[in-house]
């Protein structure tokens, strides 16, 4: 078992109410932290700089990495319809401009892809390639926008079968603002209800692409959002597979409870898996 100084360091992902039960928690060790209070429509067309001043004062003393989960509720990013795309790009960028204010360096944007692209994609000739390229064009101003201020976009997997898809699609933008997360839930979802491999092999599909890692444990049926430990993922595995990489992503607790957050970084602390 690796010593304790080798371990990694579990974060949380957090409202601006359950950042305050865990404040001294998250400063004693600099953890990774994802702010999850700027993802709906409601808070970004409101007054949200009241919210970001808030959580700045409550970050007062904070030098850790710092991100937001950014808006998803309603849409895809690969939609065909060229209005549809018109407000994700503008949504997108108001998360961004939420990164901006806050001093958050990463954003949470969700994949595209389902188990209906897995099944049907490559039977339809231009269908992958189209795709990419309706992503890309949803995505054009946000990738710019992100670099400007050196902000990462990184995509996470909801539907996804394949653990490659998103790291291609990642690739495809030639740019170090865009990366791939991992939701060891949804994969474990994937896996254990359409077939997808285990969520350690995510890990290794996205290698040093992977630069943010929502942990959560389910039992392969629905997206549960419990504690680690209290479902079925190998988290020895997971964590063998995160060792093998260089790219240190965060690794960001990601439950229902966030008031117990700490039970479960202690049931991965108990397993000699983080600190």
């Given at each position: 078992?690796?010593?304790?100084?080798?371990?990694?360091?579990?974060?949380?992902?957090?409202?601006?109410?359950t950042?305050?039960?865990?404040?001294?928690?998250?400063?004693?060790?600099?953890r990774?932290?994802?702010?999850?209070?700027?993802?709906?429509?409601e808070?970004?067309?409101?007054?949200?700089?009241a919210?970001?001043?808030?959580?700045?004062?409550?970050?007062?003393g904070?030098?850790?990495r710092?991100?937001i989960?950014?808006?998803?509720?309603?849409?895809?990013?690969?939609?065909?319809?060229?209005?549809?795309?018109?407000?994700v790009?503008k949504?997108?960028?108001?998360?961004?401009?939420?990164?901006?204010?806050?001093g958050?360096?990463?954003?949470?944007?969700?994949?595209?892809?389902?188990?209906?692209?897995?099944?049907?994609?490559?039977?339809?000739?231009?269908?992958?390639?189209?795709?990419?390229?309706?992503?890309?064009?949803?995505?054009?101003?946000?990738v710019?926008?992100?670099e400007?201020i050196?902000c990462?976009?990184?995509?996470?997997?909801i539907?996804?079968?394949?653990?490659?898809?998103?790291?291609?699609?990642?690739?495809?933008?030639?740019?170090?603002a865009?990366r791939?997360?991992?939701?060891?839930?949804?994969?474990?979802?994937?896996?254990?209800?359409?077939?997808?491999?285990p969520?350690?092999?995510?890990?290794?599909?996205a290698?040093?692409?992977?630069?943010?890692?929502?942990?959560q444990?389910?039992?392969?049926?629905?997206?549960?959002?419990?504690?680690?430990?209290?479902?079925?993922?190998?988290?020895?595995?997971?964590?063998?597979?995160?060792?093998?990489?260089?790219?240190?992503p965060?690794l960001?607790?990601?439950?229902?409870?966030?008031?117990?957050?700490?039970?479960?970084?202690?049931?991965?602390?108990?397993?000699g898996l983080?600190?």
């Amino acid at each position: 078992m690796p010593a304790s100084s080798d371990l990694p360091v579990v974060g949380a992902a957090l409202t601006s109410t359950t950042l305050a039960l865990h404040r001294n928690w998250i400063l004693e060790r600099q953890r990774d932290l994802e702010i999850q209070d700027f993802f709906e429509a409601e808070t970004l067309d409101g007054d949200w700089r009241a919210r970001v001043e808030m959580l700045r004062k409550l970050l007062d003393g904070y030098e850790g990495r710092l991100g937001i989960h950014g808006p998803f509720w309603g849409f895809k990013i690969d939609s065909q319809d060229p209005l549809i795309r018109a407000v994700v790009t503008k949504r997108l960028l108001q998360g961004l401009e939420v990164c901006e204010a806050l001093g958050a360096t990463q954003m949470v944007i969700h994949s595209p892809y389902s188990t209906w692209d897995y099944n049907n994609l490559d039977i339809n000739p231009g269908a992958r390639a189209w795709v990419i390229e309706r992503v890309h064009a949803t995505l054009r101003d946000v990738v710019r926008r992100a670099e400007v201020i050196g902000c990462e976009l990184v995509i996470e997997n909801i539907e996804d079968k394949d653990p490659m898809d998103r790291v291609q699609l990642a690739n495809s933008f030639a740019s170090p603002a865009v990366r791939v997360s991992l939701d060891t839930g949804h994969a474990n979802y994937a896996h254990g209800s359409t077939g997808a491999p285990p969520a350690d092999f995510y890990v290794d599909a996205a290698g040093d692409a992977l630069a943010h890692v929502h942990l959560q444990d389910t039992d392969g049926y629905a997206d549960r959002h419990w504690l680690p430990g209290e479902g079925n993922i190998s988290w020895p595995a997971v964590f063998r597979a995160l060792g093998r990489l260089s790219s240190r992503p965060r690794l960001i607790i990601e439950v229902k409870d966030q008031t117990n957050i700490r039970a479960g970084a202690a049931h991965l602390e108990a397993l000699g898996l983080v600190v």
